[in-house]
């Protein structure tokens, strides 16, 4: 079982800069591909940001070049850095885990709020 937890949401002005931090238990994190979605009101959720296990990584196309998705095994965590945000990128964002690339995620956290003001 693999309980992950998000932090570093908040409320920032458009143009600004976030990173979210997402830490794992579990003794085998350096398995586990890794992803960010989001889902703002009204909407579904929507894949962000991956990271396989080797540290691949895959981005949505309205992130791409502004976000940053890494992993540190050692800590267990996975950050997503976002720069130059934008007031659509306004959304919960959750963190999830899967056990291999073609698996569904089965983990996920419980959410960061993140708002960007215009």
């Known amino acids: 079982q693999v309980q992950l937890v998000e932090s570093g949401g908040g409320l920032v002005q458009a143009g600004g800069s976030l990173r979210l931090t997402c830490v794992a238990s579990?003794?085998?994190?350096?398995?586990?591909?890794m992803g960010w979605f989001r889902q703002a009101p009204g909407k579904e959720r929507e894949f962000v940001a991956a990271i396989t296990s080797s540290s691949l990584k895959f981005y949505a196309d309205p992130v791409k070049g502004r976000f940053t998705i890494s992993r540190d095994n050692t800590k267990n965590t996975v950050f997503l850095q976002m720069n130059s945000l934008k007031p659509e990128d306004t959304a919960v964002y959750y963190c999830?885990?899967?056990?291999?690339?073609?698996?569904?995620?089965?983990?996920w956290g419980q959410g960061t709020q993140v708002t960007i003001s215009s």
């Open positions: 999830a885990g899967r056990i291999t690339s073609q698996a569904d995620y089965d983990y």
């Open positions: 579990g003794r085998t994190f350096s398995n586990y591909h």
